[in-house]
């Protein structure tokens, strides 16, 4: 009885930890975290980062979008044998996104939107994520939330 009750708890600690392990998700050690209305895709703050929690059709629309980016941008980047001379596209491995605090400049809230301000250009930024309808994350979520997220940012940088 003792071996199956240990056994039992083998099992349900395996399967815990392989389920941690495959949400990738951010969990909030302080901050703030909100989830967008539809998709669900959560954008959080904490006092290291800014990070966004992406659904897998999400992290596929936007790895298509980047490689239809790379093969318009770098066809000219051929050299006379038909060889690629540049470096491989830039895909998401993971369902999040985090650019840390220091950064980010500024995170402003205008006509409802979300902006973000860089200090320089992540290659791959938040406001360039799109769901798998085609539009982009950041418009999915409620104006008072995103005030939300801008006030902790603004307390983070005093």
Do not use: H, W
């Not at 006509?111 to 320089?120: A, D, L, R, T, V």
């Amino acid at each position: 009885m003792a071996l199956l009750n240990s056994l039992i708890i083998l099992i349900i600690t395996f399967f815990s930890t392989l389920n941690a392990i495959s949400a990738q998700t951010v969990q909030p050690k302080d901050g703030v975290l909100i989830k967008s209305m539809i998709n669900d895709v959560e954008l959080g703050i904490n006092s290291e980062s800014v990070y966004l929690n992406l659904n897998l059709a999400s992290v596929n629309q936007t790895n298509e979008e980047l490689q239809e980016q790379y093969e318009r941008e770098y066809q000219q980047f051929i050299d006379s044998k038909g060889r690629m001379i540049i470096s491989e596209p830039v895909f998401l491995r993971s369902t999040t996104i985090s650019v840390p605090l220091e950064d980010i400049r500024a995170i402003s809230i205008q006509n409802g939107k979300i902006q973000f301000e860089y200090y320089s250009s992540p290659a791959l930024k938040f406001e360039d994520v799109k769901d798998q309808d085609g539009r982009f994350i950041l418009d999915n979520f409620v104006e008072e939330d995103l005030l939300k997220l801008s006030l902790c940012f603004q307390s983070y940088n005093k």
